[in-house]
């Protein structure tokens, strides 16, 4: 199983910039396929950015494209959200998620992910 713990959630202003980190842990080996994802009260999960891990590629929801940049730090086992231009819709719970198994798929679909996190708010406020 991969264990995952964000941190860096917190309120800031329209147009403002934030970084999200995910530490992983547990057997990564196997898991190939990870990313963040949102929900918003009253909202389903939406699939923000994810990236295969061993090789790099990056897949984004359309909504964040252009403003949001997933990557990953493998030496400190960590993965990073960085959020800019930040709009009060971008407002949510974001959440840190692996697929566990070695997957050639690896869109930001949460039907995808078995391993999640406990969530880091996000308030963007005018």
């Known amino acids: 199983t991969v264990q995952l713990v964000e941190s860096g959630g917190g309120s800031v202003q329209v147009g403002s910039s934030l970084r999200l980190s995910c530490t992983v842990s547990?057997?990564?080996?196997?898991?190939?396929?990870m990313g963040w994802f949102r929900q918003a009260p009253g909202k389903e999960r939406e699939g923000v950015a994810t990236?295969?891990?061993?090789?790099?590629?990056?897949y984004y929801g359309d909504s964040v494209k252009g403003r949001f940049t997933i990557s990953q730090d493998s030496a400190k086992n960590t993965l990073y959200l960085e959020m800019n231009s930040l709009k009060p819709e971008d407002s949510a719970t974001y959440y840190c998620a692996a697929d566990s198994s070695w997957s050639d798929f690896c869109a930001p679909e949460a039907s995808l992910m078995d391993s999640w996190g406990q969530g880091t708010q996000v308030t963007v406020s005018s």
């Open positions: 547990g057997d990564t080996d196997r898991s190939n396929c």
């Open positions: 990236i295969f891990t061993d090789r790099g590629s990056t």
